[in-house]
């Protein structure tokens, strides 16, 4: 037995040298590594323990392991809560709301400003479109609350100039919805439209000439050229999209709804954030992100796998 | 090039439309600052139709900025916060993100998967809140500089720009005998000034504009960064007290505090991004291609 173990480590031990000297070569990498390494691990993989606690009935002061185990009780809980399935529900249809018009303005906002042939002009319109991005909800949507006041709001002002009735907006639930999609679009469609504004950038110009010598019209171009060039990243959006459709817009949300409209507009951030934080039933909240973040994976490695059926170019 | 009718009409359209949609993003902000400067009377006068100003008060600002205003003390939190919260994600990016971009790291594919994996799957905010509460962060005056440090797609931004610079250069630095501190340092850096400047953007704006994770680990006012004190000044409609007690006297009407309060917390950021922007679209190319 020892005879064989020492065959095997006389054999194997040029192999693992090669190999420590290779490591020791980059060691001044790996000591590079090392701070984002640590701070992943405290900040990413330390709150992964935590997930006992939807486990569990979480208590405070006797910390993780002095709590009793509770099996799925605060999952069942939720799903007999009429307040989680609405979040439920909310955060999926306003996810597919944003999904659709936060994908889709950025490209056409990317294909119209192309077509801009005045650099200036194209210039100042970017600018512009760019600015909503670098402001906070907390900003925005006091902005926007002052748009939509019932009293003030300039919003009413012009449904009353075409014969509507004014209404107090925010607090009304069939509008709540259709007001954060298209707040979010005006806010983040100038930024979201950079990707692929680079990326037409980056598309060879001979095609193009090409294409004109062939008398294709400009609609032909962007239909038959510039689009099929974006493709590839139109395909990487949306699977980084699709792997946040389990966030609906926590900074947007927070800042915009209100008690009155929680049946139409709360979503599983915000719910999270009520009943974890405010009212410290930390088991059951956190039952609510297991559910939240369990789907959200699923949801990314499902749309990875088609994206590299139908194009090979998923992102992993 | 001569444009058929039919190439004129679109071209015309997509003048209008676009420069409409523009308007339309920019006017509310315009609005903003009309209100902020305009007094109350007037504003009520013309029932809050107001887009060009014609009357000008400061009180909101006055008010808002007398000495010994809680605005001040915010103000410092979020500078503070931002200056060395930005120095420290970009220490932290630039690091993780030049030595993944070595192809012959052993163990490269390990280390990016540990990476890539927070990407795909967080612990959620419970957990996270509980790992900062027992880490003994809550409420320090370094939570909200250590929470944001670090994105994993910020990192990969800046991989792939590093990914993309001549093996060439890097190999007859390390002949000359520089180690890869210094090939990072004097040979990288300097030409990676694109996706710094976009990286960089990117974390200053995280950083300006949080308020969410300043709800969640910050109770004392004195802490607060500016979004925080904004926050409770436009959502709830009342001034935080401390702000109440600074000022004194009674405060001039809520609406166009609440103005004058968006104005001077926002327009740090839209003074600096113009400034940045050409770099914004080389920087995000790099790393959008290959995600």
């Known amino acids: 037995m020892e005879l064989v173990t020492a065959r095997i480590a006389e054999q194997s031990e040029p192999v693992l040298r090669r190999r420590l000297r290779r490591v020791w070569k980059y060691k001044l990498l790996y000591v590079l590594l090392l701070p984002a390494l640590a701070w992943v691990v405290i900040f990413d993989y330390f709150p992964l323990y935590g997930i006992g606690i939807a486990f569990t009935d979480y208590n405070v002061i006797q910390g993780f392991s002095g709590s009793e185990w509770a099996g799925l009780k605060y999952f069942r809980m939720l799903f007999e809560s009429e307040m989680f399935r609405h979040a439920f529900r909310n955060t999926l249809l306003i996810s597919l709301y944003k999904m659709i018009s936060g994908f889709l303005c950025p490209i056409l906002l990317a294909l119209a400003l192309n077509e801009i042939r005045v650099a200036w002009f194209k210039k100042t319109l970017q600018t512009a479109v760019y600015l909503p991005r670098f402001v906070s909800w907390v900003v925005y949507g006091g902005i926007i609350a002052l748009l939509l006041s019932p009293e003030t709001g300039v919003v009413n002002k012009i449904i009353e100039w075409f014969g509507g009735k004014p209404a107090y907006l925010l607090v009304e639930p069939a509008y709540f919805r259709t007001i954060l999609v298209v707040t979010d679009a005006m806010k983040e469609m100038g930024w979201a439209a950079i990707i692929y504004i680079a990326a037409i950038a980056g598309l ?113 | 090039m001569k444009l058929t ?226 926050r409770t000044i436009v959502a709830s409609s009342s001034l935080p007290p401390e702000l109440l007690e600074a000022a004194g006297s009674t405060p001039p009407p809520t609406i166009g505090i609440q103005m004058a309060a968006i104005v001077i917390v926002a327009l740090p950021m839209l003074i600096v991004y113009p400034f940045i922007q050409k770099y914004f679209e080389q920087g995000m190319l790099v790393g959008s291609v290959k995600g």
């Open chain 1, 204 to 316: 060879n110009p001979e095609v193009y000439e090409a294409a004109i010598m062939d008398g294709a019209t400009r609609l032909q171009r962007i239909v038959h050229v510039t689009l099929p060039g974006i493709t590839g990243t139109i395909i990487v959006m949306f699977i980084l999209r699709v792997g946040y459709v389990m966030s609906a817009g926590l900074d947007q949300v927070i800042n915009l709804y209100n008690p009155m409209v929680f049946e139409a507009g709360d979503i599983l951030d915000t719910y999270i954030y009520r009943i974890g934080i405010e009212q410290f039933n930390l088991s059951l909240a956190a039952a609510a992100d297991v559910i939240k973040g369990a789907i959200g994976l699923a949801m990314v490695l499902v749309a990875n796998h088609i994206a590299k059926r139908v194009n090979d170019s998923g992102i992993f």
């Open chain 2, 5 to 230: 009718r039919g190439e004129a009409a679109f071209v015309a359209t997509n003048y209008v439309v676009l420069t409409v949609l523009t308007v339309l993003i920019v006017i509310p902000f315009w609005y903003v600052v009309s209100v902020s400067i305009t007094p109350y009377h007037i504003f009520s006068e013309r029932n809050g139709l107001i887009l060009f100003p014609t009357s000008f008060s400061f009180q909101y600002y006055e008010y808002l900025l007398k000495k010994g205003s809680l605005i001040y003390s915010a103000y410092g939190n979020t500078i503070r916060n931002t200056a060395a919260g930005v120095v420290l994600a970009l220490f932290l990016t630039v690091t993780a993100a030049y030595a993944l971009a070595e192809k012959k790291l052993p163990g490269r594919r390990i280390f990016m998967l540990i990476f890539v994996f927070t990407m795909l799957f967080k612990g959620g905010m419970i957990p996270t809140y509980i790992n900062i509460k027992q880490l003994g962060l809550l409420n320090s005056s370094y939570v909200l500089i250590l929470v944001m440090a670090y994105s994993a797609f910020n990192m990969i931004v800046m991989k792939s720009f590093f990914e993309g610079i001549p093996e060439s250069l890097k190999e007859s630095a390390s002949i000359d005998g520089a180690s890869e501190f210094r090939i990072l340092w004097q040979v990288v850096l300097p030409l990676s000034m694109p996706v710094i400047a976009t990286v960089g953007l990117l974390y200053l704006v995280v950083y300006w504009n949080d308020f969410f994770n300043a709800m969640l680990y910050v109770t004392d006012w004195h802490k607060a960064p500016v979004q925080l004190v904004l």
